[in-house]
């Protein structure tokens, strides 16, 4: 999937600049452990480390064509063979068989209106010599991530902020709004958290010549009357689900998936087996799962978790003829300090959902030993109406962003105010002005009153903000380990259908997700298709919670970064609560603030973050 880097600098000669960029690349080796390349201009400087996954042997990179425009390129374009056809019947002779000089092509054939031909997942910059601009394009979801920082004469940009934090021009600091989009979950479009610093939207490319920056925006999510009967959505969602896994099955490397026994995955692991087979592959699919040691004999049913994963991933596996490999954690893997550090590193911040994040690391570590490419279930919920908070009458009647309500009933709003951040950092009112500005945003259908209305509001919320947070943490740690993750659900034509067709179509049965599981109806066991959504597994271990308690209560140490946000006497509040007050996970429970203020200890110290609260 590859990590990229660079910057322009209109009034300086960057050419004997190589050691900065460099560096710049060199801190995401992780995300291309393959090569490593840099292209430097009068300007411009461009760097790229490569996953190798398409065209092996020659699609290195920076690439160029007819040495005046060059591109550094991170993700892949699905639809690649057909525009390779179109650009062929144009008279271009390609000299590789890459996605990557397919988009270079594109782009001098049809200028900034080439993105809107692209499907796929990526994030990449273009430096055009001849008119002496720079362009940066993000696709349409954000599946792919990418930031930059405007500088007097120019910018600096990269796919993560350790490799612009690499260039003397940016500074680790951080000021109480990005504190606040820390710790709020909101995950607001455009903001990076470090000051200065903006991610490129999704949908959205930027120019960057001598007169500034000029964003543009590609694509968005619009609404449009549905006017397709139940059988033919239902018929259309799996047949776009088809094409769409067929598409993203194409590497050059071993392809897998992600299987959880949800009906999600569930339904990408059995596409992707029944393409495979058709195209004569004999190989069963490799489809992995996580869980941890004793967790389906001991486990215990609770307000998120109604039954263990791994069965039902088996029987998933066993129906679809795919081989199910099982990746088994324990207490000790999950709390292991390189594990804890190289999750965080991964992700730049202490943007922490607990010890999934950690689980998920381990997971991928695992999964790379097999497969370079794997599938994934992301997307789902938030198209299909599959959480619960899309259920739940007062999450759906409230003023705040829904998943906002189990963070307050599942006790992380209320450990943020014991410990005193939710005050002391104006939470409420930064929540709200976010908000705000996310419901002015939705794409209204005319005439659309009561709940469709509603429900399409919390659709557009899911989709732009909360599936930003998910798709974020999946990239950044996936890529820590130089696995390539693609994520069907996510794919524009899927979301523009979905997102459109009425919520009575959506629950047309009285449950969650009903178009999704009609459209796998006959593909999956009936016994997955009628399960209840389970959020990603965490640990519910005593021994677990024992182990944050001592590390949360090593914090209160005078001298620890994290005391410049929190006291000491605040924490301790949190260490006042009872033994098994935190078994409970996930990313809004109370234990989920104690892993938070953990890892803001260490990025705070590791960093060296500044933070500027006036």
């Known amino acids: 999937m590859c990590g990229i880097a660079g910057w322009v600098s209109f009034q300086d ?44 042997e020659t699609g290195a990179q920076p690439m160029s064509a007819d040495r005046s425009v060059v591109i550094t390129y991170s993700g892949e374009v699905y639809n690649f063979r057909e525009l390779r056809e179109e650009l062929v019947g144009l008279g271009h002779a390609f000299e590789t068989t890459s996605d990557t000089e397919v988009v270079l092509r594109a782009y001098r054939q049809w200028g900034r209106a080439f993105a809107e031909r692209l499907n796929g997942i990526y994030a990449f910059a273009i430096w055009d010599e001849p008119a002496g601009e720079l362009v940066l394009v993000r696709d349409r979801m954000g599946v792919k991530p990418l930031y930059y920082y405007p500088t007097p004469d120019g910018v600096v940009f990269g796919s993560e902020p350790k490799a612009l934090l690499a260039h003397p021009a940016v500074d680790a600091v951080v000021d109480r709004d990005g504190l606040r989009e820390m710790f709020t979950i909101v995950k607001t479009p455009g903001h990076a958290v470090f000051r200065g610093m903006r991610e490129l939207r ?52 071993p392809v897998g998936t992600l299987l959880s026994g949800g009906l999600d995955s569930s339904a990408v692991t059995a596409l ?27 486990f215990e049913a609770d307000v998120q978790w109604e039954d263990p994963d791994t069965p039902f991933a088996a029987a998933v596996a066993e129906h679809v003829g795919a081989e199910h490999v099982v990746v088994l954690l324990d207490n000790r893997d999950i709390l292991d300090p390189a594990v804890r550090k190289a999750t965080l590193l991964a992700q730049d911040l202490p943007i ?58 599942a006790g ?13 950092l104006g939470l409420e009112e930064y929540v709200r002005e976010r908000y705000a500005e996310a419901l002015a945003e939705v794409p209204r259908l005319p005439g659309e009153t009561g709940l469709e209305r509603r429900m399409r509001e919390i659709g557009y919320l899911n989709l732009t903000r909360w599936e930003n947070f998910l798709l974020d943490r999946k990239d950044r740690v996936s890529m820590a380990v130089g696995l390539e993750v693609r994520v069907p659900f996510c794919d524009h034509r899927l979301v523009e259908y979905v997102f459109n067709a009425p919520w009575a179509m959506k629950t047309f049965d009285g449950r969650e997700k009903s178009l999704l599981r009609a459209a796998m109806r006959g593909v999956l066991p009936d016994a997955v298709l009628d399960r209840k959504k ?22 209160c140490v005078p001298g620890n970064p994290v005391l ?3 006291s000491a006497a605040g924490i301790r509040k949190l260490l006042d609560r009872p033994v098994g007050s935190y078994v409970m996970g996930g990313p809004w429970s109370a234990r989920a603030v104690l892993e938070r203020l953990i890892e803001c200890n260490t990025w705070l110290d590791e960093y060296d973050v500044r933070l500027e609260l006036d």
């Open 202 to 253: 999704p949908g959205h490319l930027l120019v960057v010549d001598r007169d500034g920056l000029h964003p543009h925006r590609y694509w968005r999510l619009e609404s449009r009357e549905h006017t397709d009967d139940l059988d033919t959505t239902i018929a259309t969602v799996r047949d776009l689900l088809t094409d769409i896994v067929d598409r993203q099955l194409f590497a050059d490397v």
């Open 13 to 56: 000669d960057v050419r004997e600049r190589r050691p900065l960029i460099e560096r710049m690349t060199g801190t995401m080796a992780c995300r291309g452990p393959d090569a490593a390349g840099v292209w430097l201009g009068a300007h411009a400087a461009l760097g790229h480390r490569r996953l190798s996954v398409i065209d092996l």
């Open 352 to 409: 922490s959902t607990g010890d999934m994040e950690y689980s998920l690391y381990l997971l991928c570590r695992a999964v790379r030993e097999r497969v370079t490419v794997a599938l994934s279930g992301e997307a789902a919920d938030e198209l299909f109406g599959g959480y619960t908070w899309f259920h739940d009458k007062t999450a759906v009647e409230g003023d705040t962003f829904p998943w906002h309500d189990p963070f307050n009933r």
């Open 564 to 566: 410049q946000l929190v």
């Open 272 to 298: 992707a087996a029944r393409a495979r087979r058709a195209t004569g592959v004999t190989d069963p699919l490799p489809a992995f799962s996580v869980d941890f040691v004793g967790h389906t004999q001991r």
């Open 412 to 424: 992380g709003i209320g450990a943020l105010r014991e410990v005193g951040l939710w005050d002391d």
């Open 534 to 555: 389970n959020p990603y597994p965490a640990t519910q271990d005593t021994g677990y919670e024992l182990a944050l308690r001592d590390a949360v209560e090593k914090l």
